[in-house]
């Protein structure tokens, strides 16, 4: 049990980040939200962690390309809860094109939002986690972080990029009850995703389904998404006591995505 820890998960207003804050929630863990959207349906979210699952849910809607933001975060979390036990970088974007077009200010914001908030959270959780000797950093990285994909530079750098960091931050750790390690998602239908599969229905003139399925069978073995649900129950594992020997891994979810 998660009982009387805080988690802060990046990004947990929608897909991945919210079904890890969800599972983080039922194993008894407070939650500090973060991420955009319509003040009413971030309400939601809270209103239903706290009901659903009997603990306190804030929302801090720092924008993650922006350190000092990232800073008034976690002090929040720390005035609201007195820690951040658990720290889960999830949040961020895509952008797709090819090298020589690739807009300039899209490759800083996502290495910016997928890679470097994840060392300004990191900084300023570890010293307090080192002082109580427990802690877990789960870093979501992606298949992209593994194996590279055309039209894909900045994010397949920025999630090569946190393998990296996740590596370093598990040897920094590696004699104390911190550990940090990073989940390797592969297709998950985030709306993240679903943006992907417009475009591609678009480009091909298919349906919203002929190009989820001809997304999922280039990359993905098993033909199925994987689910936020799933990548939560992971990400409770990593925050149990039988976890206390995984430190700096790069755990693949991905159907089969890296295996071929
Ligand atoms: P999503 O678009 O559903 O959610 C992204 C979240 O990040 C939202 O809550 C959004 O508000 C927040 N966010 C975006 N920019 C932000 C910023 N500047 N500051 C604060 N919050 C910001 O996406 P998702 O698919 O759930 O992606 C979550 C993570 O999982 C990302 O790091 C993504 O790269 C990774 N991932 C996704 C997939 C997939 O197939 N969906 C696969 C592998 C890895």
Redesign the pocket.
């Known amino acids: 049990s998660l009982q009387g820890k805080a988690a802060l998960v990046?990004?947990?207003?929608?897909?991945?980040?919210?079904g890890i804050a969800r599972a983080l929630a039922q194993q008894g863990a407070h939650i500090v939200l973060?991420?955009?959207?319509a003040a009413d349906e971030i309400k939601a979210l809270q209103i239903a962690l706290q009901k659903d699952f009997g603990i306190t849910a804030i929302h801090h809607a720092?924008?993650?390309?922006r350190p000092a933001e990232i800073a008034a975060m976690m002090q929040v979390a720390v005035e609201k809860f007195g820690a951040v036990d658990i720290l889960v970088n999830?949040?961020?974007?895509?952008h797709v094109a090819n090298i020589e077009d690739f807009p300039i200010d899209k490759w800083d914001a996502i290495i910016a939002?997928?890679l470097s908030s994840a060392f300004h959270t990191t900084r300023l959780a570890l010293p307090a986690m080192k002082e109580k000797n427990w802690g877990r950093i789960i870093n979501?990285?992606?298949?992209?972080g593994l194996v590279g994909s055309a039209q894909k530079s900045a994010?397949v750098a920025a999630?090569h990029g946190i393998v990296g960091f996740t590596k370093v931050t598990a040897l920094e750790t590696a004699q104390t009850g911190v550990t940090c390690n990073a989940i390797?998602?592969?297709?998950?239908?985030?709306?993240?995703?679903q943006k992907q599969v417009d475009a591609r229905a678009a480009n091909e003139g298919i349906s919203n389904d002929e190009a989820k399925k001809g997304l999922l069978s280039e990359k993905q073995p098993s033909g199925e998404f994987?689910t936020?649900e799933q990548l939560g129950a992971l990400a409770v594992f990593l925050c149990s006591e039988a976890a206390n020997q995984v430190r700096g891994a790069a755990w693949n979810m991905d159907g089969g995505w890296i295996a071929q």
């Open positions: 990046t990004g947990s207003t929608s897909g991945i980040g919210l973060n991420g955009f959207g720092a924008d993650m390309s999830n949040a961020g974007i895509q939002i997928n979501i990285a992606s298949a992209h994010y999630k390797c998602p592969g297709w998950v239908l985030t709306p993240l995703v994987v936020p």
